[in-house]
């Protein structure tokens, strides 16, 4: 079963033109604005603790470079995209029949 048509929505093969374009970008400023922001600021967490890992490890308990660098690329590879999953998941199970759906998979 296919996705239902949306009144006034385009098909698929239309494509918008820069000025309809531009207008969007317009008239959603704050949010995009707001978007941005926060993936820079989980971008700078990310980064900083990925500096900032091994080397803690490695001055603070005194692990080889070897052992700091395999558990900071097994948490990296392993907690990543379980993060991502468990993150959908669980803003899937909150927003459930509740019409908030922004505000609270933002949480998730």
Same mark, same amino acid.
């Given at each position: 079963m296919g996705e239902p048509r949306a009144a006034g929505a385009r098909s698929a093969t239309a494509s918008a033109s820069t000025g309809e374009f531009?207008?969007?970008?317009?008239?959603?400023a704050r949010t995009l604005a707001a978007v941005s922001l926060g993936f820079a600021c989980s971008a700078a967490v990310n980064y900083g603790v990925g500096a900032w890992l091994a080397t803690f490890l490695i001055r603070a308990h005194g692990w080889t470079e070897a052992s700091a660098g395999t558990l900071q690329g097994v948490l990296t590879a392993v907690l990543g995209p379980v993060g991502v999953l468990g993150g959908g998941w669980?803003?899937?199970?909150?927003?459930?029949?509740?019409? /908030?759906? /922004?505000?609270?998979?933002?949480?998730?």
């Amino acid at each position: 079963m296919g996705e239902p048509r949306a009144a006034g929505a385009r098909s698929a093969t239309a494509s918008a033109s820069t000025g309809e374009f531009a207008a969007y970008l317009r008239t959603h400023a704050r949010t995009l604005a707001a978007v941005s922001l926060g993936f820079a600021c989980s971008a700078a967490v990310n980064y900083g603790v990925g500096a900032w890992l091994a080397t803690f490890l490695i001055r603070a308990h005194g692990w080889t470079e070897a052992s700091a660098g395999t558990l900071q690329g097994v948490l990296t590879a392993v907690l990543g995209p379980v993060g991502v999953l468990g993150g959908g998941w669980l803003s899937d199970r909150w927003t459930r029949g509740r019409g /908030m759906w /922004m505000r609270r998979s933002v949480w998730g």
